[in-house]
């Protein structure tokens, strides 16, 4: 199983580690022309949402990556990631991929509460490590979002169909239960195509 990680800006390296430890090859993404090679599955790692549309505008990639997503390839979107497949960002005028029927709130912790960590259940899981930096939150979602992680009456991680956000950085922890929930959904997207 092959992911593409988007290179461009934040915490990728940490993803490709988490890829690495459950046995997935990781394929970086810095141009349109990686875009081309062979993936099952796409991740959007934090960093900066503004910044990492900003490159994925100028390098020609967002367009193509909407288009992977629409056509049902699975993507997971962390923090910044969440941000750009988010349909709606309360306090943005900018919108990136937007292909996801939610709405989020960006720094939404405020500055004081910029970074914590907590502990809470996910997609009914037990409970996981939870890094917060920065991060946004989800405060609606459209027909067909599921939500999995509430922590504090907020929603900090969501699907729909073939796609995954988390407001929290899971690849920064050791536990690997995000990695392994979205792997299985790239695994039966595979399936559903005859491919494995
Ligand atoms: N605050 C960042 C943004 O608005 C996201 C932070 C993160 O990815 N850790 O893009």
Same mark, same amino acid.
């Given at each position: 199983?092959?992911?593409?990680?988007?290179?461009?800006?934040?915490?990728?390296?940490?993803?490709? !580690?988490?890829?690495?430890? %459950? #046995?997935?090859?990781?394929?970086?993404?810095?141009? @349109?022309?990686?875009?081309?090679? /062979? +993936?099952?599955?796409?991740?959007?790692?934090?960093?900066?949402?503004?910044?990492?549309?900003?490159?994925?505008?100028?390098?020609?990639?967002?367009?193509?990556?909407?288009?992977?997503?629409?056509?049902?390839?699975?993507?997971?979107?962390?923090?910044?990631?969440?941000?750009?497949?988010?349909?709606?960002?309360?306090?943005?005028?900018?919108?990136?991929?937007?292909?996801?029927?939610?709405?989020?709130?960006?720094? !939404?912790?405020?500055?004081? %509460? #910029?970074?914590?960590?907590?502990?809470?259940?996910? @997609?009914?899981?037990?409970?996981? /490590? +939870?890094?917060?930096?920065?991060?946004?939150?989800?405060?609606?979602?459209?027909?067909?979002?599921?939500?999995?992680?509430?922590?504090?009456?907020?929603?900090?991680?969501?699907?729909?169909?073939?796609?995954?956000?988390?407001?929290?950085?899971?690849?920064?922890?050791?536990?690997?239960?995000?990695?392994?929930?979205?792997?299985?959904?790239?695994?039966?997207?595979?399936?559903?195509?005859?491919?494995?």
């Amino acid at each position: 199983m092959t992911i593409g990680v988007l290179c461009l800006q934040g915490a990728f390296a940490e993803h490709e !580690a988490r890829l690495q430890e %459950l #046995g997935a090859q990781a394929v970086e993404l810095r141009s @349109a022309e990686d875009l081309q090679q /062979p +993936m099952d599955g796409l991740i959007l790692p934090g960093g900066e949402s503004t910044t990492m549309g900003k490159l994925l505008r100028d390098l020609d990639m967002l367009q193509p990556i909407q288009e992977k997503i629409r056509s049902g390839m699975p993507v997971f979107g962390t923090c910044a990631g969440l941000l750009l497949l988010a349909e709606q960002i309360e306090n943005d005028s900018r919108r990136h991929l937007a292909t996801m029927s939610i709405t989020a709130s960006r720094n !939404a912790y405020g500055r004081q %509460l #910029g970074s914590f960590f907590t502990r809470q259940s996910f @997609a009914g899981n037990g409970e996981i /490590p +939870m890094t917060f930096i920065r991060a946004p939150y989800i405060t609606q979602v459209g027909d067909g979002v599921e939500v999995l992680a509430v922590v504090d009456g907020k929603i900090v991680a969501a699907r729909q169909g073939n796609q995954l956000v988390t407001a929290f950085h899971p690849e920064l922890n050791p536990d690997t239960t995000v990695h392994a929930y979205f792997l299985q959904m790239v695994s039966h997207s595979m399936q559903a195509e005859g491919r494995n």
